[in-house]
Nanobody, 113 residues
Framework: QVQLVESGGGLVQPGGSLRLSCAGS????????LVWYRQAPGKQRELVAS???????YYPDSVKGRFAGSRDNAKNTAYLQMNSLKPDDTAVYYC???????WGQGTQVTVSS
């Protein structure tokens, strides 16, 4: 089964950090463009990172300078390092290929004191 599986979410205090993982199963992520999205309760899903296979990354202003994507091709896994987290970052985070494929279950990130 071809899928991406997110993990690494949790509860963190404002100002803290988390690293999310996105493991490929049944696919090789090496040559794929990858995206990270998030969806907060009552809000639309929004893009937070776009990672091309050539290393050209895009981040919206809401997370620029705080979030950074990377990938470990040997582990067939992508990562989203999130620093200086804010309560507004609370959401379910998803990774996907680009163009978009099926959505996984995501991983919950809660930023709260």
């Amino acid at each position: 089964q071809v899928q991406l599986v997110e993990s690494g979410g949790g509860l963190v205090q404002p100002g803290g950090s988390l690293r999310l993982s996105c493991a490929g199963s049944g696919m090789n992520i090496r040559d794929k463009a990858l995206v990270w999205y998030r969806q907060a309760p009552g809000k639309q899903r929004e893009l937070v990172a776009s990672l091309t296979s050539g290393g050209y990354d895009y981040y919206p202003d809401s997370v620029k300078g705080r979030f950074a994507g990377s990938r470990d091709n040997a582990k067939n896994t992508a990562y989203l390092q999130m620093n200086s987290l804010k309560p507004d970052d609370t959401a379910v985070y998803y990774c996907n290929t680009w163009p978009l494929g099926a959505w996984g279950q995501g991983t919950q990130v809660t930023v709260s004191s």
